[in-house]
């Protein structure tokens, strides 16, 4: 279906040309004064340069050729030249009945051209809990994949765990030092190595922590783990072994972590599965003349001369031959190209890894790793402070565990569900329905908070507001779809139907303004997807929530004593709670049957 603005624009196109103006002037936009119209088109006033008239002229001629038109109820020339527009109630009405019947895709088109885009988001790192840093990661990217795949993309979801490096040499030392005598430590072994893991993903969470710590006061222990971290990456077998068994513990963990907020990954790859590729990609590097040493290390220049600020070269080999950061990601870009050949590749990481992307993006470009349209983009995401302003922290001052903090919510949800079902007699839910909608409805707190700023901002995660019922929350927003749930339930409980009826043209103001809002849809869909802003999504279903229930107080929908009337309030519900759903599913949680 064409978007509303388009159909407008296209109407007040052809009365422009009509009257002999230039079809540019036809432009209309939503009206920036809602109490007088509901679209506007200022095209007049900048045709009246060109047409040297009066553009009051102009507008009441194109206002002469709209009238009587079936598109609107109101078309105005208002003095010095715009054209105030309203759209006609039976209009708007059957554009909404299109989109209903238009089932899960509610009057969005699918691109002609479907893309293949990677998004690289999560980026948990492998033995290290997973903290609040990676909550916007996971919950940003899950988000931008799902609005690509609503709109019509084919979105690869890969958690580029952080399982090379360091990490994983302190790992293997601490390791040596508590249980020397395990067979991954004798270079001499030759046969299978056991199955089974020597830790538990208890032990290895606690073994990381500790080795890092020993590791910043002992320096013969930092080598020691250097020295591991480089044996690893050279491929010694009872190493390679342990890597698989940190993997394997950590990637069942880390499963049920994302499972718990909803999120879910195509490809479970990491920075090892780019080691391979990197011996091939750095000689051609060099053979095609775009590596040269400096300082003993092996870099790319990416500098361009339009650069305000100096942009050093991107290292792909430091002077020991060591690979870094940035030759990972190169290489993982070499491997993605191979397998997957996509169109973009979008990256969720701290805003602060900004020049990190830049660097990589440039040097992957000049070198040919990807195509010249291949669309290479950073999401680079603000902190998540707390109320003190400060990046978010446990009461007594530690970084704060995802887990803790999904718990905190879920039982600070629990009290408040639990408090509403009191005032509610009727309504009591058992204890493990109240769980379960608390999970979900916390899960909406955590995720609506975060998705409705910004995602380039830091924003103030403050629980008490989260978790309110009111405002421009996520408990609101599933509230509102509650509500809608609870009226049809009444309704088709009653045993009414609404065979045969459909969206009639709106009866009241409210009305009309919850029908324009829905009309929206696919207009604000495609703009949030192509500037990658979940916020505008969110921002969107605010503004439909708050049209919902402005609708809701001043009409009486069950008591409507008019059949054919109440159904089609009935319709109109369907199609808000339609679109509400297919919003907070792209935003990833979904709202529970009552709460
Ligand atoms: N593991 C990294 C971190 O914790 C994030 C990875 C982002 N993705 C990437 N391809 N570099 O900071």
């Known amino acids: 279906m064409k978007k509303i603005l388009d159909l407008i624009t296209d109407e007040v196109t052809e009365a422009f040309t009509a009257c002999g103006y230039d079809a540019k002037y036809g432009r209309v936009t ?6 007088l119209c509901e679209f506007q088109c200022n095209g007049a006033l900048a045709a009246a340069k060109e047409y040297k008239k009066a553009p009051f002229l102009i507008a009441d001629e194109v206002a002469a050729k709209l009238a009587g038109r079936p598109m609107f109820s109101a078309a105005e020339s208002v003095k010095p ?11 708007l009405a059957s554009y909404l009945s299109d989109m209903q019947a238009d089932e899960g895709r509610y009057g969005c088109e699918k691109p002609g051209q479907p893309k293949t885009i990677i998004v690289d988001y999560g980026g948990a790192n ?21 609005m690509g795949r609503f709109v019509g993309h084919r979105m690869i979801g890969d958690v580029h765990l952080g399982d090379w490096g360091l990490q994983m040499g302190l790992i293997i030392v601490e390791l040596k030092e508590r249980k020397p005598g395990l067979v991954y430590f004798d270079e001499s072994y030759t046969g299978e190595y056991p199955a089974e893991a020597p830790f538990t993903i208890s032990e290895l969470e606690e073994i990381y922590p500790t080795a890092s710590k020993k590791s910043k006061e002992d320096e013969a222990y930092r080598e020691a783990a250097m020295q591991a971290t480089g044996e690893l990456q050279q491929g010694r077998r009872g190493y390679r072994a342990l890597l698989s068994h940190i993997l394997n513990v950590s990637v069942t963990d880390l499963k049920k972590n994302y499972e718990s907020l909803n999120v879910s990954f195509d490809l479970w790859k990491g920075e090892s599965d780019a080691q391979p590729y990197i011996p091939d990609m750095v000689q051609r590097m060099k053979d095609e003349g775009f590596a040269y040493m400096s300082d003993g290390a092996l870099v790319v220049d990416v500098s361009e001369e339009t650069d305000a600020k100096e942009v050093p070269p991107c290292i792909i080999l430091k002077s020991d031959g060591a690979s870094l ?16 050949n996509p169109d973009g590749m979008i990256y969720l990481a701290d805003k602060r890894q900004e020049l990190h992307f830049i660097q990589v993006f440039r040097c992957a470009r000049k070198t040919g790793l990807v195509k010249p349209e291949t669309e290479l983009t950073h999401i680079g995401f603000g902190t998540m402070n707390g109320k003190d302003g400060k990046p978010f922290k446990t009461r007594d001052g530690g970084v704060m565990r995802l887990e803790y903090l999904v718990n905190e919510i879920n039982e600070e949800m629990l009290k408040k569900i639990n408090e509403n079902q009191k005032s509610k007699e009727n309504l009591s839910i058992s204890p493990k329905e109240a769980e379960e909608t608390a999970r979900m409805v916390a899960l909406a707190a955590i995720k609506y908070g975060d998705l409705s700023n910004q995602a380039g901002k830091d924003y103030i995660f403050d629980i008490d507001r989260f978790t309110s019922f009111e405002g421009n929350t996520g408990p609101y927003i599933l509230y509102t779809i509650v509500r809608i749930k609870s009226i049809l339930n009444k309704y088709y409980g009653a045993g009414k139907n609404t065979e045969g009826a459909a969206i009639e043209g709106a009866h009241s103001g409210s009305e009309k303004n919850l029908m324009l809002e829905l009309s929206k849809f696919n207009e604000v869909v495609a703009n949030a997807f192509d500037e990658l802003a979940p916020h505008k999504l969110c921002a969107y279903i605010y503004e439909l929530a708050n049209a919902f229930n402005s609708f809701y ?43």
Not at 30 to 35: A, E, H, K, V, Y
Not at 128 to 146: D, F, M, N, Q, Y
Not at 328 to 337: E, F, H, P, Q, Y
Request: hydrophobic residues 35%; contains cysteine.
């Open 325 to 340: 950061y940035s030759t990972t990601d190169l290489a993982t870009i070499v491997w993605r190209m191979q397998d997957y």
């Open 553 to 595: 107080h001043e009409t009486k929908i069950m008591s409507e004593e008019n059949e054919r009337i109440q159904k089609s309030y009935i319709r109109l519900l369907e199609l808000t709670k339609s679109i509400l759903e297919t919003c907070i599913d792209m935003l990833g949680f979904s709202a529970p049957e009552r709460m």
């Open 126 to 146: 492998v033995a290290k809990p997973l903290h609040v840093g990676h909550l916007r990661s996971a919950i940003i990217g899950e988000s931008i994949k799902r």
């Open 30 to 35: 939503l009206s920036n004064r809602p109490d």
């Open 81 to 91: 030249g715009f054209l105030n527009l309203k759209l006609k109630e039976e209009y």
